[in-house]
């Protein structure tokens, strides 16, 4: 089943992404390529607050939308003049437990045929923080019981 996502953002890293496609253009080259490339699903700001519930509601809006929650990450609204087509894009949020990969070779396909396009890039540092809160919210453990306060 195709899932559309609207938005999405690259995980993979960039040297790997490179890598690949080099591989992929020279036949004598060492064979660098990768199976999948993996994504984080994107949803607008929107609806990414709208799913939060009850009272935590705003609180937890406070806190993503200055990425103090590890879970989510929040990117603020892209002025027209930063996006590809040219029209801007809303804010938008992340949940980093909303991830998934495609096969290369399909991501090519979509880009030629224009059904994938690049929008936007992620600026040095703003990437490296972003790749860094994917890599933490992975890599955390999980404790058999929450601490205990009085």
């Given at each position: 089943?195709d ?18 496609f ?59 003049n ?7 894009i ?61």
């Amino acid at each position: 089943m195709d899932e559309i996502h609207p938005y999405a953002i690259i995980i993979t890293q960039d040297c790997d992404l490179a890598q690949d496609f080099h591989s992929r253009q020279s036949p004598s080259a060492i064979n660098r390529t990768i199976p999948n490339i993996l994504f984080c699903e994107v949803t607008t700001a929107t609806d990414l607050f709208g799913k939060l519930g009850g009272k935590q509601k705003e609180w937890e809006r406070e806190k993503i939308d200055k990425n103090k929650n590890e879970r989510y990450h929040f990117l603020q609204r892209i002025d027209a003049n930063a996006d590809t087509e040219q029209t801007g894009i809303e804010e938008l949020g992340i949940d980093f437990k909303r991830y998934f990969t495609i096969p290369t070779d399909e991501v090519y396909e979509r880009i030629r045929i224009g059904q994938a396009k690049r929008r936007t890039i992620l600026a040095s540092p703003y990437l490296e923080h972003f790749s860094c809160r994917f890599a933490y919210y992975l890599s955390r453990i999980g404790l058999p019981t929450d601490h205990i306060t009085e």
